[in-house]
Nanobody
Framework: QVQVVESGGGSVQAGGSLRLSCVVS????????MSWYRQAPGKGREFVSK???????MYADSVKDRFTISQDNAKNTVYLQMSSLKPEDTAMYYC??????????RGQGTQVTVSS
């Protein structure tokens, strides 16, 4: 079994920064990509960023040059450094752990609120 736990959310003013963490525990021997998605109230799920086991990263255009994804494989942790935050970044942020077999596990999410 795999457990995914996100943390680091909070309330900040526009222009501020937050760092989200995603810790994965359990049976993690067949890791694939790890991704961050977000969902704002009344909206669908939106891709934010992902990183593969080799450290290759991808970003949504809306966060490129403002967010940075990174990982610490020894700690089974992925981070999302968010800078220059905007009110439209307000959402629940979810971390997804993907296996090479195509199974995905998601955490409970961490709320990010950006005020103008």
């Amino acid at each position: 079994q795999v457990q995914v736990v996100e943390s680091g959310g909070g309330s900040v003013q526009a222009g501020g920064s937050l760092r989200l963490s995603c810790v994965v525990s359990g049976y993690t021997y067949y890791r694939g990509d790890m991704s961050w998605y977000r969902q704002a109230p009344g909206k669908g799920r939106e891709f934010v960023s992902k990183i593969d086991a080799g450290g290759n990263a991808m970003y949504a255009d809306s966060v490129k040059d403002r967010f940075t994804i990174s990982q610490d494989n020894a700690k089974n942790t992925v981070y999302l450094q968010m800078s220059s935050l905007k009110p439209e970044d307000t959402a629940m942020y979810y971390c997804y752990y993907g296996t090479v077999g195509g199974v995905y596990y998601r955490g409970q999410g961490t709320q990010v609120t950006v005020s103008s």
